[in-house]
C-alpha cells in the first residue's frame, strides 16, 4: 500500500511486512502469499510489536496555505470551546446566585417561624396556669375574688385591713422566736463552720443554661431551707426557675411574669415559692404543679422588696409606688398597704427582723426606716448613705442591721441605741447588690461586684470570691 502500517505483521513465506488488515484480506480471496504464489494462511502471519508512530500528514497538507488553514480551524475551534466553557460559566453563576437568594429567604423564613413558635409557647407556658389556677385556700364568700385579664387571681381593691386575730398570731409567733433566739445566743452551734476553715472554701460547681441564653442575667436567688440543694432563681427573660443542684436539673421553670424578675424567697416548709417584678406583680407558685396559684397586685408601680414573714403565711412588699404592703399568701389579698406621705420617696428593699414585728425599708433618698407592724408607723429613720439603699439585712441575734448602697459602703446599726456603729467602705465603684446573716448571726455575707464574708463583732473580711 506504500502506507506506513498501523498493525504490521510478517510473512515466513516471503519474509515480506504488510499491513494485517491488507494481507487478511487477500489471503481470505487467494489463499497464497502475493510476492511469490506460495500457499499461505492468517495462522502464519507474525506480529511485529511497534510503538504507534504519528502518522505522517497527508502531501496535500504540507503546503504553507494548507498548513495556515490547519491552524486557522485549530483557533477557530479552540476559540467556539472557550466560548462555550464562558456560556456554561455565566449560567453557572446565574443559577448559583439563585440558589443563594433562595437560601437566604429561606433562613428568613425559618427565623420568623421559629420565632413565632416560641412566642407561642411562651403564650401557652402562660395560659396553662391561668386556665387551672386553684387556689390554696378557699376566699370567703363575703369577700369574692375577682378574676383579672386572662383568668388570672386578682386582688380587690379594698384592702381587708390587720384583724385583731391577724396581729394576736404575729405576737404569739414573735413571742416563741423570741424565746428561741435568746436560747440560742447563748451559745454558738458547734456545726458553725470556723473562720479559719471557711478561708479555705473554693468553687465547687458552675451551672449554665438555666436561664435564656439571648436574655442573659439572674437577678434574685434563693435556697430552699428544707433542702438546700434546691436553688430558686429569678432571671431577665421574666422566668423564674427551680433548679437541683444535686441532680444538675431543673424542677421547673416558672412563666408567667411580663418583665424581669428581681426577687424570688422559697417558702421554708412549703413546696411553693415567691417572685416579684417590675410588672407591678407578686406571684404565688406551685413548685410542684408547675403553675401559678396567687398573683398579688398590692401596687402600682414596679415591686422592688420581698420578704416572707416567720409565720410563713404573710408577705412584705415594698414598691416604687413609695408603699410597702402586707399580703395574705393564701387569699392574695392585700391586708394593709402604708407609705410615708411626709417622705414621698420610692422604696428600694424591705426585710423583716427576725421576730417580724417590725420591719426595715429602704428608699431612693439613702434613707433606712424602721416600721412597727401592727402599728404601722414608723419608728425610726437611719440617714447616712448616699445613692439608693439597694438591701438590708437583720441579724438573727435581733440587734445588729446591715444596709447597703449605691455608695458603696457597708453600714452596721445597733437597733438598742439607733446608730452607726460601724461602716464598712468597699472599693470603688463596688455595687452592693444582697446583704444576708447567717442563722447564727456570726457571719455576714454580701454580694455585689463580688461575694465577701465578714465575720461580725470584728468585722474583718474572712472570704473573697471573685467570679
Request: charged share 20%; hydrophobic share 35%; proline share 5%.
Amino acid at each position: 500500500s506504500n502506507e506506513v502500517p498501523e498493525h504490521p505483521c510478517v510473512s515466513p513465506v516471503s519474509n515480506q511486512v504488510f499491513e494485517r488488515r491488507l494481507i487478511e484480506k487477500y489471503i481470505a480471496e487467494n489463499g497464497t502469499d502475493p510476492m511469490n504464489g506460495q500457499p499461505l494462511s492468517e495462522e502464519q502471519l507474525v506480529d511485529i510489536k511497534v510503538s504507534h508512530p504519528i502518522r505522517p500528514k497527508a502531501p496535500s497538507a504540507t503546503s504553507i496555505p494548507a498548513i495556515l488553514k490547519s491552524l486557522q480551524d485549530e483557533w477557530d475551534a479552540v476559540m467556539l470551546h472557550s466560548f462555550t466553557l464562558r456560556q456554561q460559566l455565566q449560567t453557572t453563576r446565574q443559577e448559583l446566585s439563585h440558589a443563594l437568594y433562595q437560601h437566604d429567604a429561606a433562613c428568613r423564613v425559618i427565623a420568623r417561624l421559629t420565632k413565632e413558635v416560641t412566642a407561642a409557647r411562651e403564650a401557652l407556658a402562660t395560659l396553662k396556669p391561668q386556665a387551672g389556677l386553684i387556689a390554696p385556700q378557699a376566699v370567703p364568700t363575703s369577700q369574692p375574688a375577682a378574676a383579672g385579664a386572662g383568668g388570672e387571681p386578682m386582688e380587690i381593691s379594698e384592702q381587708v385591713g390587720m384583724t385583731p386575730e391577724i396581729i394576736q398570731k404575729l405576737q404569739d409567733k414573735a413571742t416563741i422566736l423570741t424565746t428561741e433566739r435568746k436560747k440560742r445566743g447563748k451559745t454558738v452551734p458547734e456545726e458553725l463552720v470556723r473562720a479559719e476553715d471557711l478561708t479555705k472554701y473554693r468553687q465547687v460547681a458552675s451551672h449554665a443554661g438555666l436561664h435564656s441564653a439571648s436574655v442573659p442575667g439572674i437577678l434574685a436567688l434563693d435556697l430552699c431551707p428544707s433542702d438546700t440543694n434546691k436553688v430558686l432563681t429569678g432571671g431577665a427573660d421574666k422566668n423564674v426557675v427551680v433548679f437541683d443542684k444535686k441532680e444538675e436539673q431543673i424542677v421547673a421553670t416558672l412563666k408567667g411574669h411580663t418583665k424581669k424578675v428581681t426577687s424570688v424567697i422559697y417558702h421554708p416548709s412549703q413546696s411553693v415559692v415567691f417572685s416579684a417584678s417590675p410588672d407591678n406583680t407578686i406571684r404565688v407558685w406551685s413548685v410542684t404543679g408547675g403553675n401559678c396559684i396567687q398573683v398579688v397586685r398590692a401596687h402600682d408601680a414596679g415591686v422592688t422588696g420581698l420578704s416572707l414573714h416567720a409565720t410563713g403565711d404573710y408577705l412584705l412588699s415594698s414598691s416604687e409606688d413609695q408603699y410597702w404592703a402586707f399580703s395574705d399568701i393564701q387569699t392574695g389579698r392585700v391586708l394593709t398597704k402604708v407609705t410615708d406621705e411626709s417622705a414621698g420617696c420610692a422604696l428600694t428593699c424591705a426585710q423583716f427582723h427576725p421576730d417580724g414585728l417590725i420591719f426595715g425599708t429602704g428608699t431612693a433618698d439613702s434613707q433606712i426606716k424602721i416600721w412597727d407592724l401592727k402599728e404601722r408607723t414608723n419608728v425610726a429613720n437611719f440617714p447616712g448613705h448616699s445613692g439608693p439603699v439597694t438591701s438590708i439585712a437583720f441579724s438573727e441575734n435581733g440587734y445588729y442591721l446591715a444596709t447597703g448602697a449605691q455608695d458603696s459602703s457597708l453600714k452596721l446599726w445597733d437597733l438598742r441605741k439607733l446608730k452607726n456603729f460601724k461602716t464598712i467602705t468597699l472599693d470603688n465603684n463596688y455595687e452592693v447588690k444582697s446583704l444576708v446573716f447567717d442563722q447564727s448571726g456570726t457571719y455576714l455575707a454580701v454580694g455585689g461586684s463580688d461575694i465577701r464574708v465578714y465575720i461580725c463583732k470584728q468585722w474583718s473580711e474572712v472570704l473573697n470570691f471573685t467570679g
